[in-house]
């Protein structure tokens, strides 16, 4: 029976803007019935949720930062996304203690930079203060703010003006911390009894050449465990075609994630991505 899917997802335990209780009640009204909440280096405990929400067949995942460098030496931040893992598994756990900062430095940084563009937001101790009860408080939490104050008129544009790594960058601040590389990431996931799934590949902005490069490397990595994005919210159809593609020459399972985070009423977990695209990979997931 096809049902609705999704392997990438946020809460508050990063940088989305739900709790976990809320994105699992707004994917069962959006007719999920798998799920996995993918909260940037880190994993929760689902016990919980499962109980709370028998309809949805919860994975275990995460999303992992890394660094990624090819033949040349050019390095690239990579994301991702571990799906099935044992949460308590020690080499998974020393990654993602490893790729969490202290995020007051950098929050600092930006909030400076956005004070000699005449935006005063306060200190990072002001944003923990106004967004009590988050763990993690990222770039998504500040153009929020300039959202919800005037200075933009959406999460885009905060980005695009301001905060992100690709447009006019006028408080963007690199993230200065070295996280795990590539291989040490995968090796964690597989060591964990995890699926790793390479994320939102034209993210990254590479070269086609560079993009083949990047998915052979995956897959001698992997083996046969390893999945890719096909199927992401984002992308036009074209671009999926493209990424379906790609998964099949390189040996890929194909993935589906919305990369929901909560903020924007333009985002949603009602993309009704189906259970029968994703077949191979649910099925390594013991979830056929």
């Known amino acids: 029976m096809n049902t609705y899917i999704d392997f990438h997802s946020h809460s508050v335990n990063s940088d989305g803007a739900l709790t976990p209780?809320?994105?699992?009640?707004?994917a069962l009204e959006a007719g999920i019935r798998v799920l996995a909440i993918t909260d940037h280096n880190y994993t929760g405990d689902l016990t919980d949720l499962q109980a709370a929400f028998p309809q949805i067949r919860l994975v275990q995942g995460a999303e992992i930062s890394c660094i990624g460098t090819d033949d040349s030496g050019k390095e690239t931040e990579l994301h991702v996304v571990a799906l099935g893992v044992d949460p308590d598994n020690p080499r998974l756990q020393a990654v993602l203690k490893r790729n969490q900062p202290d995020r007051q430095p950098y929050i600092d940084a930006i909030l400076?930079?956005?004070?000699?563009c005449g935006i005063d937001l306060g200190s990072y101790r002001d944003l923990?203060?106004?967004?009590?009860?988050?763990?993690?408080?990222g770039r998504m939490d500040i153009c929020k703010l300039l959202v919800e104050r005037g200075?933009?008129?959406?999460?885009?544009?905060?980005?695009?003006?301001y905060v992100g790594?690709?447009?006019k960058q006028r408080a963007y601040v690199p993230n200065r911390l070295r996280y795990v590389s590539l291989e040490q990431a995968v090796e964690a996931i597989l060591d964990a009894g995890g699926i790793p799934v390479l994320?939102?590949?034209?993210?990254?902005?590479l070269s086609d050449e560079e993009n083949e490069a990047l998915l052979r490397r995956f897959k001698a990595l992997t083996g046969d465990k390893g999945a890719m994005e096909v199927y992401y919210a984002l992308y036009s159809r074209q671009q999926r075609e493209a990424l379906l593609a790609l998964a099949r020459k390189h040996g890929l399972m194909?993935?589906?994630?919305?990369?929901?985070?909560?903020?924007?009423?333009?985002?949603?977990l009602a993309h009704h991505f189906q259970s029968s695209d994703c077949a191979e990979l649910l099925q390594s997931l013991g979830m056929e």
């Open 254 to 268: 194909c993935s589906a994630a919305s990369d929901f985070h909560g903020y924007s009423e333009n985002e949603t």
């Open 21 to 26: 209780m809320e994105v699992c009640r707004t």
């Open 112 to 116: 400076e930079k956005l004070r000699l």
């Open 165 to 167: 790594g690709h447009g």
């Open 151 to 161: 200075y933009v008129s959406s999460i885009e544009e905060g980005f695009d003006e």
């Open 199 to 205: 994320a939102h590949l034209y993210y990254y902005l």
């Open 128 to 137: 923990c203060r106004l967004l009590s009860g988050k763990r993690h408080i």
